[in-house]
């Protein structure tokens, strides 16, 4: 190859190459638009205690920590300046829908038990469900329920045959410390 046409090669292969690079920059908006209509999916996130109308509900006043903790969970926020109250918090966001939050205040008494609850207006535990979106159908997915007629495929399982240790002869083990002399 004579020189002056690898010259020639390199000039056109830099020329290209910056073309390339300066054209890059007018598909800027264009590559925008098409990564604005193209968007990945995005799980639903849940943060901190999920509290229904249900649980609000069972806690009645009068009721002491213990029960409490255990109808509705432990309290998101529970401050030393303010033990007479548990803060529950919630946020759900999901995909294509504003970010819901929900806050439930449980105001205790000096003696340790429920005074009053303050809340938010909540879902019951079927309209929570309902509100997650689950994408996921599978029309060929397998009932979780046995038929009897599928019952009767598979016998029972027999019951394993016990045998008897035979009986196990004393031991006499050392003792652990030596003795003092």
Known sequence: MSESRLFSLRITVIASLGIGLVGCGSFDSASNRVASMVTPYKIDIVQGNVVTREQVTAVKPGMPKAQVRDIMGTALL???????RWDYVFTLKSQGVAPQSRRVTVYF????VVDR???D???SEAEFVASLKSPVTNPTAVPLE???E???KYPPPSKPQ?????ALAPVDYPPLESPRR
């Open 162 to 166: 016990m045998s008897v240790p035979p």
């Open 109 to 112: 008494t000096k003696d340790g």
């Open 78 to 84: 529970t401050s030393i300046f303010h033990a007479d």
């Open 117 to 119: 609850i303050q809340a």
């Open 121 to 123: 207006p909540l879902p």
């Open 146 to 148: 046995a038929s009897p």
């Open 150 to 152: 599928m019952l009767q």
